[in-house]
Nanobody
Framework: QVQLVESGGGLVQPGGSLRLSCAAS????????MGWYRQAPGKQRELVAAITRGGSTNFTDSVKGRFTISRDNAKNTVYLQMNSLKPEDTAVYCC?????????????WGQGTQVTVSS
């Protein structure tokens, strides 16, 4: 069974930084796009940032210039570095990845990690 496990969430003051990690485990051949999504209370889930296996990235406008996404293909891990955090960044952040196995392509979601930006 393929799993994604996130870590690195927590409480941080406005202007602070956090680094989220998401590690994949299980049996698979390859991971294509990996991404971070977030959902705040009462709001729709939104894509925050994504990165392809080759390193191409895209970000939602509200985090451009503040967040960076990277991945270590050898470790099957994706990272989200969040700087200059704002209260409106408060949300549950979930990792998503596109996998291929010998017989299928499929998406997997992590369980989510809470990020709270508050003074």
């Amino acid at each position: 069974q393929v799993q994604l496990v996130e870590s690195g969430g927590g409480l941080v003051q406005p202007g602070g930084s956090l680094r989220l990690s998401c590690a994949a485990s299980g049996t698979f051949l390859s991971i294509y796009t990996m991404g971070w999504y977030r959902q705040a209370p009462g709001k729709q889930r939104e894509l925050v940032a994504a990165i392809t296996r080759g390193g191409s990235t895209n970000f939602t406008d509200s985090v451009k210039g503040r967040f960076t996404i990277s991945r270590d293909n050898a470790k099957n891990t994706v990272y989200l570095q969040m700087n200059s955090l704002k209260p409106e960044d408060t949300a549950v952040y979930c990792c998503n990845a596109e996998f291929t196995s010998a017989t299928a392509q499929f998406n997997v979601w992590g369980q989510g990690t809470q990020v709270t930006v508050s003074s």
